[in-house]
């Protein structure tokens, strides 16, 4: 684990906005910046609200947008949305996401007995993780570009506590443009997409990584059952 | 790993045809078929030709049709096509794959210097081994439907070596369809695709679980590099 630190040669350069990150210890930090990591889970939310018709309701506090988004799309009032109105709220609060990135939320942030439909407990949640990210890539972002560099997003993702190897996040960008990573481009739904991969596998991985060794043993079972989730949503 | 064994209750009713198959000894089996496993990688082309151009060159013993099926679609002989054209190029011979699937297909039989296209020696090889997994699919869409169902699915890869637990095959087909797991019917692209990943991340499992315990430890950097040529392929 030692040679991590030394793998961003220039690592005080690429991250200015993280100082009060401590020295790299190991692939992946603890949070220790003052924005928490916007959270790819609603399980976060304490006070979920269930009506009387069983369905959730809204948290406490929700914004009245929010609220407004949903019911907006959810045309039919049965109280969830699905993909294409999932993506057609979303559109007029962040950004016009594809049917893939739309999918990777809703796995990520599904309703356990409403698998293929978001409610409002977990919309809302959504929403406001989309607006942390947001936050992030207008922060990162420094040229005002709308777009983000592969050093901007490293840097982003250290700036909330991923200290991701070089290695990794070349794997990942090669998916994306023409082939060369230098030059790839993210917008702010590969953007989101990018940094919910990370972030929800390395949380995962740290889940069974209690000590932060940077290694940690995994049955088979668990390896695939962490991994599936963040493979291709399928038609 | 002993409750593996008993976790698919019928297993003799529903894999009938791997009964030379050993008692389950963990959740994925040494390959023991008489079948070798399809390969998801041109690493077992021993002779690679490299012609005075640079270029690889097909195989010997490829057969014909399939140096025509690649030659049609490099219109501009350059010795190499792009996922556009692998689509074309199976089409003739396979299946209309999604450019899901041709992304998939294309990051696993890359060449390694050409990241974004596909040389004669890896089209054989891919070809071949769509040959195998067509042979597979045929052979256990036993109601020839044209489709293979979850219990299908779990019987072709227990016949081919691998033992997934019903937890992680739920979560896998969980993605397809219309969120009911068991009424979920693939085609042969989307057979191929949820092969080639639980071959693949499988394969790649037991690498680091070199006897075959059923668990293995990790590390940070190389979890990430093993999962993350199998998430979405972007755009």
Known sequence: MSSSSGRYGSQSQYAPSAPQQPPYSS????STSNAPPPSNSSSNYNYANVSSSGYSTFPPGTPQDVITSFQMV???????????ELQQALSSGFHHF??????LLMFLFKNPHQPLAVGPKEFAALWSCLGQWRGIFERYDKDR???????????????????VPGS?????????????VRRVEL???SFVEC?????????????KDTRYTGSATLSYDAFMTMVLPFLVSYD
């Open 98 to 103: 594809n049917l893939r990135t739309i999918r």
């Open 145 to 163: 570009s709308g777009k983000i560099d592969p050093l901007e997003l490293r840097d982003a993702l250290y700036g909330i506590g991923y200290a």
């Open 74 to 84: 959810d045309r039919d009032r049965s109280g969830f949305i699905d993909e294409r």
């Open 195 to 207: 940094g919910m991969i990370i972030k929800g596998l390395t949380d995962k991985f740290k889940e």
């Open 27 to 30: 692939y992946y930090q603890t």
């Open 168 to 180: 990794v996040l070349q794997l990942l960008l090669s998916k994306y443009g023409d082939g060369s």
């Open 187 to 189: 917008g702010f739904d």
